[in-house]
C-alpha cells in the first residue's frame, strides 16, 4: 500500500488529505480562529491576588486576564499518588502564602475563555503525546481508566520500564493501549524533548509570553499520521513547508524526509480533485463502479449504512450479482468511514446473501478494510436481521459536523412539507384567527410556492374560506421566507 499526504494552507484554514494508491482515504480541517487556548502553557505574571475568592487573576498576555484558583494551584504527593491539588477533605494552604502580585508564574490553560470571563489556569503542566500525557512535575505512571482492569498491572509496569528513571510521569491513553514499546519509547522521546524547550523558553522569554503550543494540524500529521507506507508529504506552501521541516528535523527524523514542497500552477487539491471527494462525502449516496450505490444516514445516536443494487446486473446470476455489490461495498463502507469520520455505532445492512460462504466473504473483505482504519474499530457479525453492527471510536467532529449546519427550512429533519400541507394549515389556521379576532382583511404572506398554489389549484378552496369568514384575504408572495415559513397579518 502506498501512501501519499497532500497539504493545501492558507492563513484562514489547513487541509490535509491522506492518498492511498491515489484514492483518497481521510480529510483533516483545522481553522485558524477555531484553534483553542487549551492544553497552551504560559509564563504568567501574577496581576491581583484576591484572599477573599481564593483566586489570583495572572496575565498571559491575553485581552482578558485569566483565573487561577487555589484548587489549581499544583503540589506533589509525597506518597507518588495521582497528581491532585486537593487530596479528599484535606485543608488548601490560603493562596496569598502561595503566590504574590508581579510573580512569574508557569501555566496552562485548562478551560477556555468565555464570554467576558477569562481563560481558567492550573499549574500543573501535562503534555499531550499521540499515545501518551506526559506529567513532568510528577512521578506517577497512570493508565487510561477506559482501559479494563485485567490489563492495567502489566501495562504500568511495561511503562515503568520504559519511562526509566529520567523522572517526569506518564498517562498511557486509550489508543495506547495495543502499541508496540518502539512506539510509545518514541512517543516518550518525543514529549520529553518538548518539556525540555518549555523549560528553556521559560528562562529566556520575558512574562506574559507563549512556551507550548498544543501541535497545530500540520505537526500532528508529522506525529500521527507518517508511516513506513508513506512515500510524500507535499505541503503547498513555501513557509510551512519550511516550518514542518525544522519541526521534523527536531522531533520526527524519518518524517521530516519525506516532506515536499508543491510548486505547481494548479492548486494541489485541484490536480486530486480533492474538492470533488469532499462534496462527495457531504451527500447521503455513495456510487459504486458497478452500478451499485450506498445510502448513509448520520443521526445523534447511530449511522446507517444501506446497500443497494442499483443498476448492476452484470454477474451469471443474482445471487453472484448481490455479492459482487455486498463486495464492493465492504471496499467503499471503510473507506467512507475513513473520510467522513463517522464514530459510534455504525449498522451496516448489506444485500441480503443465501449462501454461508457469501457471507463470510463479505465480513472477512469488511474486517479487512477496516484493520486498515488508524482509528480503533470492532465489527460484529451478521445478525438474525443479517445487519452488521460496528463501532468506530470518536476522535474528532465528523466532517459534516465540522464543514455544515442544519438548514434553517428544515431543521435538520431532511425533509419540508409540500406547499400544498402548508396551504392548508394557513387556512386552519385563519379559521383559528377569525373566531377570536375581527380585522378588515387578513392577509398571508408565504414563500412564492404556496403563494402560487393559492393562486392556482386553490384558488377555489380560498374563495371559499373568504366567503365563510365573511373577511377578505389578500396573498404576498416573500422570496426569502423557507417553504414552510408563513405569516398571517391581521390588517
Not at 100 to 112: D, N, R
Not at 200 to 221: E, G, K, M, N, Y
Not at 224 to 249: C, H, N, P, W, Y
Amino acid at each position: 500500500m502506498q501512501q501519499d499526504i497532500l497539504i493545501n494552507w492558507s492563513p484562514q484554514e489547513a487541509r490535509v488529505a491522506v492518498m492511498e494508491n491515489g484514492a483518497v482515504q481521510e480529510l483533516h480541517v483545522e481553522r485558524a480562529l477555531e484553534r483553542g487556548l487549551v492544553g497552551n502553557v504560559y509564563l504568567g505574571k501574577v496581576a491581583r491576588v484576591l484572599p477573599g475568592m481564593q483566586s489570583a487573576f495572572i496575565d498571559i498576555g491575553l485581552e482578558r486576564a485569566a483565573f487561577l484558583h487555589v484548587a489549581d494551584v499544583w503540589h506533589r504527593q509525597p506518597d507518588g499518588e495521582a497528581p491532585f491539588a486537593a487530596k479528599g477533605s484535606a485543608p488548601l494552604i490560603p493562596i496569598e502564602k502561595q503566590i504574590f502580585e508581579g510573580q512569574s508564574l508557569m501555566v496552562q490553560v485548562i478551560k477556555e475563555p468565555i464570554g467576558s470571563k477569562g481563560a481558567r489556569l492550573s499549574t500543573q503542566i501535562s503534555i499531550a503525546g499521540r499515545l501518551l500525557v506526559f506529567l513532568p512535575q510528577d512521578d506517577h505512571i497512570g493508565i487510561s481508566q477506559k482501559i479494563p482492569n485485567n490489563q492495567r498491572d502489566e501495562l504500568r509496569a511495561r511503562m515503568q520500564q520504559l519511562a526509566g528513571k529520567e523522572g517526569g510521569g506518564f498517562i498511557l491513553r486509550t489508543n495506547g493501549e495495543d502499541a508496540s514499546d518502539a512506539e510509545l519509547g518514541d512517543d516518550i522521546g518525543y514529549l520529553r524533548k518538548a518539556w525540555a524547550r518549555i523549560k528553556d523558553a521559560s528562562v529566556r522569554l520575558p512574562a506574559q509570553s507563549i512556551l507550548h503550543q498544543d501541535l497545530s494540524l500540520l505537526q500532528r500529521v508529522l506525529r500521527d499520521m507518517v508511516s513506513e507506507s508513506t512515500q510524500t508529504i507535499r505541503v503547498d506552501s513555501r513557509e510551512q513547508f519550511e516550518a514542518l521541516k525544522a519541526f521534523g528535523s527536531e522531533f520526527m527524523p524519518m518524517a521530516a524526509s519525506k516532506l515536499q514542497h508543491y510548486k505547481g500552477e494548479r492548486p494541489i487539491f485541484d490536480l486530486f480533485s480533492i474538492d470533488e471527494e469532499i462534496a462527495k462525502a457531504l451527500g447521503r449516496r455513495v456510487e459504486l463502479k458497478s452500478g451499485g450505490y450506498l445510502i448513509v444516514d448520520q443521526t445523534e445516536a447511530l449511522t446507517t449504512v444501506d446497500v443497494n443494487t442499483g443498476g448492476f446486473v452484470g454477474a451469471r446470476n443474482f445471487d453472484d450479482t448481490i455479492f459482487k455489490t455486498n463486495l464492493e461495498a465492504a471496499q467503499a463502507i471503510a473507506r467512507q468511514l475513513r473520510l467522513r469520520n463517522l464514530g459510534g455505532i455504525i449498522i451496516v445492512d448489506f444485500i441480503d446473501m443465501v449462501r454461508e460462504d457469501h457471507r463470510d466473504s463479505v465480513l472477512a473483505e469488511f474486517r479487512k478494510q477496516l484493520a486498515r482504519d488508524r482509528v480503533k474499530t470492532m465489527a460484529g457479525g451478521f445478525s438474525q436481521l443479517g445487519l452488521v453492527e460496528m463501532t468506530r471510536k470518536r476522535t474528532r467532529e465528523s466532517l459534516a459536523h465540522m464543514l455544515c449546519e442544519p438548514c434553517p427550512s428544515c431543521e435538520g429533519k431532511g425533509i419540508v412539507k409540500t406547499p400544498r400541507s402548508v396551504a392548508y394549515d394557513i387556512f386552519r389556521e385563519i379559521l383559528r384567527e377569525a373566531r377570536q379576532f375581527n380585522p378588515r382583511e387578513f392577509r398571508v404572506v408565504a414563500s412564492p410556492k404556496v403563494i402560487e398554489l393559492f393562486l392556482d389549484e386553490e384558488s377555489q378552496h380560498l374563495a371559499g374560506l373568504s366567503e365563510f369568514i365573511g373577511k377578505p384575504v389578500s396573498l404576498q408572495s416573500e422570496a426569502a421566507m423557507g417553504q414552510e415559513q408563513y405569516d398571517i397579518v391581521l390588517m
